[in-house]
């Protein structure tokens, strides 16, 4: 079982925010081979989705990065061992949840989706606004959803 914490950038411990590090370098730097800077100034004003197995664990996820009426959900990842049984689903629901409690006000929400994921994206009600593009070589697309 996953369990789902959210903090903001002041209220990380210094374990956690390395934990997050270790996980987000470890899939989009190093598994995807993207070098890029990983960590950037977004991470001061995200909420950070953080979801823990039960041997306390970092396997899940996400940022939701506040911008204006809207919000970004972005780095959203979970661990090569726990892929393929749901666990990105259930991270993206609690995700979506969170920016519903978090951010009351935001109308929309924005993503960079890679564009194998489209359809995974889609199913939550997010709709392509873009074409796909390169983000640090890998093929992307912009996609939206309105609030409820």
Known sequence: MIHYQLKSFNQLTTEQLWSIYQLRVAIFVVEQKCYYQEVDQDD??????????????????????????????????VAKENRGHGSGRKLFSQALISVKSSFPQADQINIQA??????????????ATSDVYLETGIPHLDMVKLTD
């Not at 970092?58 to 939701?64: G, H, I, N, Q, T």
């Open 114 to 127: 890679q564009a194998y994921l489209k359809d995974f994206y889609s199913s939550f009600g997010f709709q």
């Open 44 to 77: 001061k004003i995200a909420q950070h989705l953080l979801g823990y197995d039960d041997n306390r664990n970092l396997v899940s996820y996400a940022r939701l990065i506040p911008e204006n009426d809207q919000v970004r959900i972005g780095r959203v990842a």
